[in-house]
């Protein structure tokens, strides 16, 4: 027996449920064909989305800035002027990258020998630092003493106080006064204070190398004393010119070398000059402690009557870091 399926009648709507679409009406799938990736294609995933990439040489630049900090370095140099009474020596007692806050350290230095003579040397020296921010404060005092049989022969000390604040990555201000004596210069009082620019030259992290020049407006006043008794003192107040150059160089095993030089000629007599230089060398002993050694050379075309142009000056002691 045939069966026979009944059609549907003329004008008899169909109603079909969208999810069961017979295979022939289903959307056809087309696989997608993506290029293979280029392996010698030098543009990174940021250059295919239309970013332009970044250039990497900057040498060109870097040449030009150091040959520009070298010939305003020569101009400092050239320019400056600082006096008689010399500056205080601070490159080799800053700090550098220390946190904010507190830092610092002392030293301290004592003999006694007997022979023909009583001799008794002593030194102590004290370093503080605060920095906070962009601003930072050095604070520096040292004393020397030699005596011989009850007279002094060398008694020298200084007090010494700068605000440095950096303005820029390269540019800072600072400003300074101070207070100082030596009686082998038979100086009784040198007060100073002044200001100016400094600029770091050159800085490499990884080597652990600063350059830096500055170049300060510096007045004085002097009172030094007379080698005959009967001679009257000497007092005087000058403005002039401090300029300096600064290399530092610290080793990965905490191997410290510094290296400063002045140069301090005065405004209204340039033939009045001084030039001093300063090397001092530094290595640890201990976390706190270290031993440190210096050399000081300087030279006054125009020194106080009885005294040489020359003044040498060899030193070295313990420190302690706190």
Known sequence: MLRVDKQPTAGAEIHTRPHLRSPTQLRPHHPVHRPAPNRNSK?????????????????????????IGWVSLCGLLLLGTPS????????????RDRPDGWAGNAQSTASWARNVADILQLRAALRVQYRRGPAKWLFLAEEQLLNTDGRDAVNRGYVHLRLTRQLTRRWAWEAFGQVQN???QRLDLRAATGSGPRWRI??????RTFVYAGLLYVFMYEAIRPKDPEIPWDYRREHRKSSYLSVSWRSRKGLHLTHTSYWQPRWDDWADWRFSTEVALAFPLTRQFSFSAGFEYLHDNRPPRGL???FFVLRQGIEWRF
């Open 43 to 67: 543009l990174n995933s940021r250059t295919l989305k239309g970013t332009s990439p970044t250039p990497v040489s900057i040498r060109p630049s870097r040449r030009i800035g150091r040959l």
């Open 202 to 207: 050159y800085r490499d992290d990884s080597a």
């Open 308 to 310: 040489s142009i020359d």
């Open 182 to 184: 030596d009686l082998l």
């Open 84 to 95: 008689r009474g010399q500056i205080i020596n601070t490159e080799i007692q800053r700090l």
